[in-house]
C-alpha cells in the first residue's frame, strides 16, 4: 500500500510487557522516536520491521494509555504467536493522510487492503 523503498521498512508496534523479548531497547517509546535494535534471533520473524541494519523504530503500548491497541496485540499474538505488528500513516506515498470516511474508503478500494476498521 505505501510503495516504499526496500530500505524504509514498516514500524513495529509491541506491548512494553514484551518489548525485551524483540527489542534492545531499554526505555518507553510511545511516540516512535528511536531506533533500537531487533534481537538478532527474531529478526526474520519480523522482516516487514526491521531494517537492512537490524534496526527498528519501535512504538511501544501501555496497557494503562492505549487499551484496544494493547488488547489487539495480544489478541494478535494469541493467533500468531508474535505480539509485534506493523504500525503506518494510513495514506498512499504522495497522498495526504486520510482524514475522513471518504478517504479511508477510497484508498481501501484502491490500496488492495483486506480490511478497514472503525474505531
Known amino acids: ?3 516504499r523503498e526496500a530500505f524504509r521498512p514498516f514500524a513495529p508496534s509491541c506491548p512494553i510487557e514484551d518489548e ?13 522516536l528511536k531506533v533500537c535494535n ?14 537492512v541494519d537490524g534496526t527498528a523504530r ?6 494503562e494509555t492505549n487499551i484496544m491497541f494493547h488488547t489487539l496485540l495480544k489478541e494478535f499474538e ?13 495514506n498512499v506515498m504522495g497522498e495526504p493522510i486520510v482524514e475522513s470516511p471518504y478517504d ?13 476498521v472503525h474505531q
Open 20 to 32: 525485551p523479548m524483540y527489542f534492545e531497547q531499554h526505555v518507553a517509546d510511545p511516540f516512535m
Open 78 to 90: 494469541k493467533l500468531s504467536g508474535v505480539p509485534v505488528l506493523l504500525n503506518t500513516s494510513f
Open 38 to 51: 531487533v534481537l538478532p534471533d527474531k529478526r526474520d520473524l519480523v522482516p516487514a520491521i526491521t531494517h
Open 104 to 116: 479511508a474508503i477510497r484508498y481501501f478500494y484502491t490500496t488492495g487492503l483486506d480490511v478497514l
Open 1 to 3: 500500500m505505501k510503495h
Open 58 to 63: 519501535l512504538q511501544t503500548i501501555h496497557k
